[in-house]
C-alpha cells in the first residue's frame, strides 16, 4: 500500500537506519544531516510530495519527490528503501498515475534493487557523478571579462545554453531567487556562461558552459572563481561525471576536495 504523509513523526527510525548503509543510504539525506537540516523542512515545501510504501503494516519504503504537474515533470529528491518489492511498487504507482511525465531519480548508484527495476523499463542512466564540495582556498585569480547576467546578452546566453536541461536559459533568466548567472565576455561576444544557485545554505554551479574555440584558456576557471567569491560566506558543492579528469583537476585546483560515499547518478524515465 501507499500513502502520501504531511508529517515525519512516525518515520524517524525508518529513516535513520539508512544514514550508515553505504549500498542504501541516500547522498541528499546524508548530506541534509551533516548540515543538521531535516527532511520534514522538504516534505512542507509546495510540489512536494512524501510517499510511504507499507506492507503487513510495516513501513518499507519512503520517497520524496518534487511534482510540478503543469509541466508534466517529477524528480525524486530522496529514496530509502531495501525491499525490491516496495521499490516496484512505487515505480508501478508512479507508472500509474504519472502517464506522460518526465522523471529524474537521482540516487545512490549503489542501490541496485532501484537499478534494477529502472532497468526494466527502458531507462536512461547518466553517468555516474562525483561529489565535491568547497573547501574556501583563498586564490588570487584574474576574473577580468566575467560579468553578471543583462538583458544586453540575452540573445547569446539563450543562444549558447544547454538546451537539455530542464533549468533552460528562459527559466534560469526568469529565476532570480534560486540563480546567479555569470558570463564570460570578450569583444562583447558571450564565449561562456555559469548558472549557480544562490538560495541555499550549500550552493551549486547548476551549468557551466565554455565555447569550444575558447576552451584550455582558462575561461571556465574564471567563471567557477567569479561564481565562489559571489558565493562567500556560503558553502559550494559540485557533482562531475567520474570519468571527466580534467574537470575533476580544475575543481581540485580551486579549493573543492572529492566527498566520499557521496556520489550520485541520474535516471531519466519518460513515463
Not at 574556501?136 to 571579462?145: E, S, V
Request: charged content about 30%; proline content about 3%; overall charge negative.
Amino acid at each position: 500500500m501507499i500513502k502520501i504523509i504531511h508529517n515525519l513523526d512516525r518515520y524517524y527510525s525508518f529513516i535513520d537506519g539508512f544514514y550508515e548503509d553505504v549500498s542504501f543510504s541516500d547522498p541528499h539525506l546524508n548530506d541534509m544531516k551533516e548540515k543538521n537540516e531535516d527532511i520534514s523542512e522538504w516534505i512542507v515545501r509546495p510540489d512536494h510530495y512524501c510517499f510511504v510504501v507499507e506492507s503487513n503494516g510495516k513501513t518499507v519504503g519512503l520517497f520524496v519527490f518534487i511534482i510540478y504537474e503543469d509541466e508534466k515533470y517529477m524528480e525524486m529528491l530522496a529514496g530509502l528503501s531495501k525491499d525490491e518489492g516496495a521499490v516496484e511498487e512505487m515505480l508501478r504507482y508512479i507508472d500509474e498515475n504519472y502517464r506522460g511525465y518526465h522523471a529524474d531519480f537521482v540516487f545512490n548508484p549503489e542501490w541496485l534493487i532501484l537499478k534494477k527495476g529502472l532497468e526494466k523499463r527502458g531507462t536512461h542512466f547518466d553517468t555516474e557523478q562525483q561529489r565535491m564540495v568547497y573547501t574556501h582556498k583563498q586564490l588570487n585569480i584574474d576574473t577580468d571579462g566575467i560579468v553578471p547576467y543583462s538583458e544586453k546578452y540575452k540573445n547569446q546566453y539563450i543562444e549558447i545554453h544547454e538546451k537539455d536541461l530542464y533549468w533552460v536559459a528562459e527559466k534560469t533568466i526568469e529565476a532570480k531567487n534560486r540563480f546567479n548567472i555569470f558570463l564570460a565576455v570578450e569583444n562583447d561576444n558571450v564565449i561562456g556562461y555559469t548558472d549557480v544557485t544562490n538560495c541555499f545554505r550549500e550552493n551549486e554551479p547548476y551549468s557551466l558552459y565554455v565555447k569550444p574555440e575558447y576552451r584550455r584558456k582558462g575561461t571556465g576557471t574564471k567563471l567557477l572563481y567569479k561564481a565562489l567569491e559571489t558565493n562567500e560566506p556560503k558553502e559550494m558543492m559540485l557533482f562531475v561525471d567520474i570519468d571527466n579528469i580534467p574537470a575533476i583537476k580544475l575543481y581540485e585546483s580551486l579549493g573543492f576536495i572529492k566527498k566520499e560515499n557521496a556520489n550520485t547518478q541520474t535516471a531519466n524515465l519518460e513515463i
